[in-house]
């Protein structure tokens, strides 16, 4: 009895979740679990807007767009902490149609308020990897460590910060993608 209800939850689990399980505890796990998001990601994109791409380009795209219901930047960050949410995401971006703040150009602002360190420095480097190369990134950060340790990594990445300037109770830098590959 209870091997067939054992069987009966293994066909109703996803092929990705399948995956999730049977590789958890593999060398590379969690870089792959980010790649298979980053592609989730290429192939919603694709799906909704025919543009093709990379999937740097396309997790950066949705985590500047922060998408309250996908918060994929915080997904990729730690992927092994939402393996669940990321195969869930899987699935339903093979089906889902594409919000309307995707369909356009990938916006010019990331609002990595509320972020604690060291994750703010980790998302905004996601984003600038698939960021166009020579175009400028807005980032508004919080008071404190943010300002001092973002703009640090960002420049130790080779991209060129060009303001900082504080606004109310935050502060906004304003970065350049480099020309060359990170």
Known sequence: MQKMADERKKNLTSPIARWIDANRETAGFTESLRKL???????????????????EEALSKIVCCGLSEFPVGEWAENPENYTE????????????PLPATLQGEIPSLLDLRGVKCPLNSVRSRIVMSGYPAGRTLKIWLDEGSPIENVPGSLIADGHKVLSREKKGNYWEISVVKSDSKV
């Open 85 to 96: 949410e990321i195969a869930d995401f899987c699935e339903k971006a093979k089906i889902l």
């Open 37 to 55: 998001l980053m592609y989730a990601c290429v192939e919603w994109i694709r799906r909704g807007t025919s543009a093709l791409l990379t999937p």
